[in-house]
């Protein structure tokens, strides 16, 4: 080994050190709510381990060769580099060996686990329209809409209600354009497709409200017009017996047409 090699791999090996150190105390994550959450949290960690030791190697190979083999002046060249034949092959089989070892798992591996029960014990039907969310439980008989409000000020009786520990199966759609359903604290995303019915599963674990945290609320991750950004909805995740006084509490204001409108009623 040359003592260029020698250097850049006792750095490589000091600072991929300092970084899975870093990566593995880094708490960047929004509150757990869901199974499939805490899944999905620990495929982004894998990911984080996995990419590190190799963005260290590029960057110390690259500041390193900055540094050492740079002209000394303006016109003085660089000296040669030749490629390594047996260099450039290892990185290409180790590389890639890495991309299916990730492809495998978490890829094939994290989404058979997302798909594992086609189920759900309480069925949400979400409709989505430039800017707003048709929420209906057909099993209550009950719809709630959102409005196009903003981020900060939502509007405090359109609220997307689950029960802690229930599988939820959500069935989404669009009447417009393609948007995308998300709700950060379950970490699930799908998309809303006109014509199209889409659809996503979450094993809810635990309760919480926007008021606690952003996480919980419904987002559309999917650009779709000027609207965008205010296209949101509150989240509660309650216990069975608090879902359900929700439920009725919800049934009264419908009653009193304070909620659950017609779609055809909405103004686009």
């Given amino acids: 080994m040359s003592r260029d090699a020698l250097i850049v791999f006792v750095i490589w090996i000091v600072t991929t050190v300092i970084g899975l150190i870093v990566a593995g105390s880094m708490d960047i994550y929004p509150p757990v709510a869901a199974v499939e959450a805490e899944h999905i949290d620990q495929a982004a960690r894998t990911l984080f381990m996995l990419a590190t030791p190799v963005f260290t190697f590029v960057v110390v190979v690259m500041l390193y060769s900055i540094w050492r083999f740079r002209a000394r002046d303006e016109s003085e060249e660089g000296p040669p580099i030749y490629t390594h034949q047996t260099f450039a092959v290892g990185w290409l089989v180790v590389t890639s060996a ?86 950060p604290a379950l970490r699930m995303k799908v998309d809303a497709v006109p014509g199209l019915t889409t659809t996503m599963y979450a094993t809810v674990t635990e309760t919480g409200s926007f008021e606690e945290d952003a996480a919980f609320r419904v987002q559309c991750a999917e650009l779709c017009g000027a609207g965008h950004p205010r296209m949101n909805m509150r989240v509660e995740i309650l216990e069975p017996e608090e879902f359900e006084k929700w439920v009725e509490e919800q049934k009264k204001m419908m009653e009193m047409g304070g909620m659950g409108e017609d779609m055809q009623d909405d103004d686009h």
Wanted: net charge negative; proline share 6%.
């Fill in 98 to 183: 890495l991309a299916a070892l990730l492809f495998y798992n978490p890829g094939y591996v994290g989404w058979q686990f997302l798909q594992r029960d086609p189920s759900g014990e309480i069925i949400v039907q979400v409709t989505a329209a430039q800017w707003h969310w048709h929420v209906t439980y057909p099993q209550y008989g009950l719809t709630v809409t959102s409005r196009p409000i903003g981020f900060e000020r939502m509007e405090e009786n359109a609220v997307l209600a689950l029960p802690a520990g229930k599988r939820v199966k959500f069935e989404v759609t669009s009447v417009d354009v393609i948007h995308s359903f998300w709700i």
